[in-house]
């Protein structure tokens, strides 16, 4: 099994509620979280889905047919669900790092969206001190210093 991770874009003007392993994941509108690929392409199908059977105030569909495109079993041959997942599921390019095990794509994952939070808020995400040197901390440190005890009188 590929491990890997993907970026899932909730590309729709309203939140998105996703479902695994019986526990809800919000997603408000225009948000974008990384996760294992597997779960950033469910996501996706079921935002793809709902998107195909959206209806105007009249109760018309928003896009023509687009009851029967729902989960195909062959997306590629069914454009418009194909230009919607694309919209919502963003795998990862290919690492060099070679296979990962499934907790480091998970881990993998969380720091990336750590990475993406502290960008958006403009935050340095190096941990070091914004205007610090790195051969500080090549040093010694300084040796403590001698406390002299007082009697309580």
């Not at 599921?89 to 502290?118: A, F, H, M, R």
């Amino acid at each position: 099994m590929s491990h890997k991770t993907a970026l899932f874009i909730n590309f729709s003007k309203e939140a998105f509620t996703g479902y695994w392993d019986g526990k809800a994941h919000q997603f408000k509108s225009g948000d974008s979280k990384y996760m294992p690929d597997y779960l950033a392409q469910h996501f996706a199908t079921g935002l793809t889905n709902r998107e195909l059977q959206r209806t105007d105030e009249s109760g018309n569909l928003i896009y023509k047919d687009g009851e029967k495109m729902t989960s195909p079993k062959k997306p590629e041959q069914v454009p418009l669900f194909m230009k919607l997942f694309k919209q919502a599921y963003q795998p990862e390019e290919e690492e060099e790092s070679g296979e990962k095990s499934e907790l480091e794509v998970e881990i993998d994952s969380l720091n990336k969206n750590e990475d993406k939070e502290n960008n958006q808020k403009g935050e340095h995400t190096n941990n070091l001190p914004e205007n610090s040197d790195e051969e500080q901390f090549d040093k010694e440190p300084p040796a403590p210093k001698a406390v002299e005890l007082k009697d309580n009188e």
